[in-house]
């Protein structure tokens, strides 16, 4: 069984960063593709970033490109998500998961992390 586990949300002023991470248990990342979602207080959860597992290809949101940054560390089966110049509206609950194909189907979930983007 699948089971992932995110960490590294927290409090940040608009313009700071965050690295958030997903580690895995029950499953080697490298064979999975990853890909991070977030959901906003009344809004429909969205993705934001993925990455391949079969040649490392990524996928970022437009909103997020340039400023977001998706990576693998397998010795520690880790996927992070670096975070740089931090915006108001990138407050969410941000998830990680597994999904069937490249950002697609995502089946096993993390319980979230909080990103809050305030002044």
């Known amino acids: 069984q699948v089971q992932l586990v995110e960490s590294g949300g927290g409090l940040v002023q608009p313009g700071g960063s965050l690295r958030l991470s997903c580690v895995a248990s029950?499953?080697?990342?490298?064979?999975?593709?990853i890909g991070w979602f977030r959901q906003a207080p009344g809004k429909v959860r969205e993705g934001v970033s993925c990455?391949?597992?079969?040649?490392?290809?990524?996928y970022y949101k437009d909103s997020v490109k340039g400023r977001f940054s998706i990576s693998r560390d397998s010795a520690k089966n880790t996927v992070y998500l670096q975070m740089n110049s931090l915006k108001p509206e990138d407050t969410a609950v941000y998830y990680c998961?597994?999904?069937?194909?490249?950002?697609?189907?995502?089946?096993?979930w993390g319980q979230g992390t909080q990103v809050t983007v305030s002044s």
């Open positions: 998961a597994t999904t069937l194909a490249f950002c697609q189907g995502p089946d096993h």
């Open positions: 990455i391949s597992s079969s040649d490392g290809s990524t």
């Open positions: 029950g499953s080697t990342l490298d064979y999975d593709n």
